[in-house]
């Protein structure tokens, strides 16, 4: 029996009849239908058959040994159908004994494939994007072997390059889609406000291989090897701490380092380049392997761990092109696009370059969206399938006011967004100008504006945004950021630089909140049913109280005599804050004993983000010097709503009657015990439910740096008593929602919201 996989690897020559036929000159049609007969021989396969796809998204059946050749042409897939479509899809092979009975199997009678039971289709992969497949089919039902299917791929990769490159140009092809071209509209997630135009720049581009087929193999295996050592060595050195190149943690590059010296990896490497590709092409052909597989994993460690692959890949690739670093020039306008970015991703660019960010994946609460929040970049994510249909130099547009991208716009949207980006630009000038004009209502109540961080970044703008403080310190960022647990001493370093910044204004630092949506790749965590609901923020901190302890610690340490403000999250019963407030207590004790300075003044508060604290304010209130209303968590639980989950977002409302009356009930038990509250959930830092909240009572809120302008224009043109009678009104009706009603009531009081 033929043994196809040997065939190839015998006659590597298969390659090169293919690459002759493709060079041969004459219509593109005739050169094709050559390839697919080369194929079907080799392969030993009754039908081979390659589709393209069109610029509408369209598979097109484009050149068959095998199928009817009126089919030519005429069959066309629409996105996601049939067994072409499911490749197209998945990026990967489909190997299937019995075709028709697949459930994606789509037939069609014009190309009289009744007969074939065999299946083994694979994608034109190009750059990471599926530009067409590639199919062999046998009338026998069996499996085609590991060594075939590798064999295909090959083939379709050299297949890819040829299409795509010069041999045969995209008018012979007319109507593929080799590179997207049109403009396109794709819906993503808001991550961080704001608009942004530029050119595309993609996080890692894949590096195409300029040859793929090596002219001996021998220095081409020599080449591979070479590469290999170099990049070996660089990563040992990087471990070793010798190079001071990159500031990974010792565990990422532990990671790099098991996957560098990989056996695995360097064999399937070899294999590639002895069955006849470039050392380049080999890389690429591995990371499409590792995408394909890797990349349906929906364990989060495994996705991680194809991220090492590709950054593995890229820097052979770099070692192969004689260059090992990592450094980029961005054009002046650049937004960049990627898949998902890592922890200091992000800030490895030049910032003012940097216009706007796009991530296929990801979400709010991200490592990149926090970032791009702090540096205020506006950044759409969860935008499906960006990395297909952007290419590196495009006009892109970020609209992250609507959550939108926009790719290789038309002129009038262009225009539109101009202006858009104008109107923003001159709205921030007039609040650049109220920066040093304290926020009093009309009718003279004093509203304090604070400013919610977690970063070393956010601290400049504290000073821009005219923020009387910080009024939520969100401390997990920085455990979030770092690839390994930060130590008492980078903890204490942070804390003070945060408490210099604000010179001498309140900080609210909160104590560690993970858990939930916050999780942290180098710490152990069980996995949960219902993790929002689980074992997280305060929960953690009293059953392990060793972390929570060392934080205290570093505040105090931090505080060095000073004003000290601690909050903590999601308390849920009083016991917790009870014992919480005894860890403070504690610490503060322990560091007196030792000689150090006890804060200047110490003020405990809790967090109520748990609704059951309502109806315990009575006996919180007095044990805390202070509480802050976390709106995120308190509504996510009052209405039983992940707020992560973009299905949810606009299901309910926080301008809504039961919302509204508890957010009421909080201000009014907090007034009769004199205690303060604050407001420092997101939506305190949008315009009219900042309004609402004024009217509501509350006198402080807390809120991203962007909301700060708004919200104080905002305040400047209210009158507090007004809004109150008419927002008391509308929170006894009942209605599902009063956004309608407040805003007419704040157009009536001539509000700036
Ligand atoms: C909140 O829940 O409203 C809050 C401010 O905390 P976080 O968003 O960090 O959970
Ligand atoms: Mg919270």
């Not at 930060?486 to 909140?513: C, E, H, I, K």
């Not at 200047?600 to 809790?606: I, M």
Request: glycine share 8%.
């Amino acid at each position: 029996m033929a043994m196809p996989g040997a065939v190839i690897r015998g006659q590597r020559s298969l390659l090169r009849q293919i690459r002759e036929a493709v060079q041969r000159g004459g219509p593109a049609q005739e050169r094709l239908d050559m390839v697919v007969r080369i194929i079907a021989r080799s392969m030993v396969a009754e039908v081979c058959s390659l589709y393209m796809r069109r610029a509408g998204g369209e598979m097109e059946l484009f050149a068959t040994e095998g199928l009817a050749p009126d089919a030519v042409h005429l069959t066309r897939m629409r996105p996601g159908e049939g067994l072409v479509g499911e490749i197209m899809r998945l990026g990967r092979p489909l190997n299937l004994a019995d075709a028709p009975n697949h459930p994606a199997f789509s037939y069609r009678p014009e190309t009289g494939e009744d007969p074939y039971h065999a299946f083994l289709g694979v994608p034109l992969l190009r750059g990471g994007r599926a530009i067409g497949v590639l199919v062999v089919q046998n009338r026998t039902e069996r499996v085609y072997t590991e060594d075939e299917v590798e064999d295909l791929q090959i083939i379709a990769m050299v297949l890819a390059e040829m299409v795509a490159g010069e041999l045969i140009s995209e008018d012979e092809l007319s109507g593929v889609e080799i590179t997207p071209h049109r403009p396109e509209r794709i819906k993503g997630a808001r991550f961080a406000d704001g608009l942004a135009l530029g050119v595309a720049v993609l996080h890692e581009p894949p590096v195409a291989p300029s040859q793929l087929l090596a002219d001996d193999v021998v220095a081409e295996e020599a080449r591979l090897k070479t590469a290999i050592v170099a990049l070996q060595a660089q990563i040992d050195e990087m471990l070793e701490g010798q190079h001071g190149l990159v500031e990974a943690s010792y565990e990422v590059l532990e990671t790099y380092r098991m996957f560098a010296h990989d056996r695995g990896w360097n064999r399937s490497l070899e294999d590639a380049v002895r069955n006849g590709l470039t050392a380049e092409a080999a890389v690429e052909r591995v990371r499409s392997e590792h995408r394909a597989r890797l990349g349906q994993a929906r364990d989060p460690y495994l996705r991680e761990r194809l991220h090492d692959f590709e950054d593995l890949a890229d820097r052979l690739l770099r070692h192969l092109a004689g260059d090992g670093h990592v450094a980029r020039n961005l054009p002046d306008d650049a937004i960049l696009i990627a898949r998902n970015l890592g922890p200091a991703d992000l800030l490895e660019y030049d910032r003012t370059k940097l216009k706007g960010l796009l991530l296929e994946e990801g979400s709010p609460a991200s490592h990149a969206a926090i970032v791009a929040r702090a540096l205020d970049i506006p950044c759409v994510g969860r935008l499906t399938g960006l990395r297909d249909r952007v290419s590196e130099g495009d006009p892109v547009i970020v609209d992250a006011e609507t959550g939108e991208a926009y790719l290789r716009p038309r002129p009038d949207v262009l225009q539109a967004i101009s202006s858009r980006i104008e109107v923003r630009a001159q709205r921030r000038a007039e609040f650049a100008r109220l920066r040093d004009t304290p926020a009093f209502t009309r009718d003279g109540v004093k509203v304090t504006l604070l400013m919610n961080a977690g970063l070393d970044v956010d601290l400049e703008t504290l000073a821009e945004t005219g923020a009387e403080g910080i009024g939520l310190f969100r401390t997990e960022f920085q455990f979030m950021v770092a690839e390994e647990l930060p130590r008492f001493n980078a903890q204490t370093a942070l804390y003070s630089r945060v408490l210099d910044a604000a010179g001498g204004m309140p900080v609210t630092f909160r104590t560690l909140d993970l858990g939930g949506d916050k999780v942290l790749p180098y710490l152990e965590a069980e996995r949960e049913e219902n993790p929002a609901l689980g074992w997280r923020a305060i929960r953690m901190g009293l059953d392990r109280p060793a972390l929570l302890r060392l934080q205290l610690r570093a505040l105090i340490a931090a505080a060095r005599g000073r004003p000290l403000r601690i909050m903590f999250p999601l308390v849920a019963s009083v016991d917790e804050f009870r014992a919480a407030r005894a860890l403070v207590d504690h610490e503060v004790a322990w560091a007196q004993r030792r000689g150090r300075a006890a804060p200047a003044r110490l003020d405990v508060g809790a967090m109520i983000e748990a609704p059951a604290l309502i109806w315990h304010l009575d006996a919180l209130l007095p044990m805390t010097d202070f509480v802050s209303v976390g709106t995120n968590d308190l509504l996510q639980y009052l209405f039983a709503a992940d707020r992560g989950n973009a299905r949810m977002a606009d299901r309910y409302d926080p301008l809504s009657p039961p919302a509204l009356r508890a957010l009421a009930q909080i201000q009014a038990a907090c007034e009769e015990t004199g205690t303060p509250v604050s407001v420092c959930g997101e939506m305190a830092g949008r315009p009219l439910e900042a309004f609402t909240l004024v009217a509501l009572g509350f006198e402080r809120l807390s809120m991203p740096p962007a909301g700060i302008g708004p919200v104080k224009q905002m305040v400047l043109s209210c009158d507090r008593e007004a809004a109150r009678r008419g927002v008391m009104a509308l929170i006894k009706g009942s209605a599902g929602s009063v956004r309608n009603e407040i805003e007419t009531l704040a157009r009536k009081l001539y509000l700036s919201v």
